[in-house]
């Protein structure tokens, strides 16, 4: 699914419409594009109770603050001539409903997309990966994307693990 990159302004300022996007019964995606793409792990939803593998009720805090934090770095970087002249960062973002299955699941989407080729499929490049924002989450992710270089920034496990 691809959103123009005035959606920031819906999510910013409409929380009711993240259900729209990332509806609860499928893999919940955010593409918007870019010349450069970050990677998001952001937990909207709460886990299932009954499965690991489903994602529940949306979780405005801290899920919700994370997609629209996120949304407004790019977007105030995008609008920045100083900051990245003549680049856009888009972005890719996943759902990962507090779940490990869920995470690691996303970050195989971010590998399977750094393999394409990209003189058949017009790919972006991947810069990194934010997230997971739980720790449990976060070391499953980063132990597939660390085999394929794939950087990632998570500033939650590190203040968890530390104690900071």
């Known amino acids: 699914m691809s959103y123009p990159s005035c959606a920031h302004d819906i999510f910013i300022y409409q929380p ?6 990332f509806p609860a019964h499928h893999i919940k995606e955010l593409h918007i594009d870019g010349d450069i793409l970050v990677g998001g792990l952001i937990p909207v939803h709460r886990r299932g109770k009954n499965a690991e593998n489903q994602c529940d009720e949306i979780d405005p805090q ?7 934090a996120m949304l407004f770095a790019l977007k105030e970087i995008n609008n920045s001539t100083t900051i990245l002249p003549n680049i856009t960062l888009g972005a890719k973002i996943y759902d990962t409903c ?15 997309y750094t393999l394409q080729d990209e003189s058949r499929n017009s790919s972006k490049p991947l810069a990194g990966v934010v997230g ?7 070391l499953a992710v980063a ?6 270089d794939i950087p990632q ?3 939650d496990f590190i203040a968890h693990t530390t104690g900071l």
């Not at 009711?16 to 996007?21: E, N, R, Y």
């Not at 801290?62 to 629209?68: H, I, K, N, V």
């Open 16 to 21: 009711s419409t993240i259900a729209l996007i």
């Open 62 to 68: 801290p899920g919700y603050q994370y997609l629209t």
């Open 98 to 112: 507090r779940s490990q299955t869920i995470g690691v699941d996303r970050a195989r989407d971010f590998i399977k």
């Open 132 to 138: 997971a924002f739980r720790s449990d989450v976060s």
């Open 143 to 148: 132990n597939l994307l660390r085999v394929f």
């Open 153 to 155: 920034v998570c500033t």
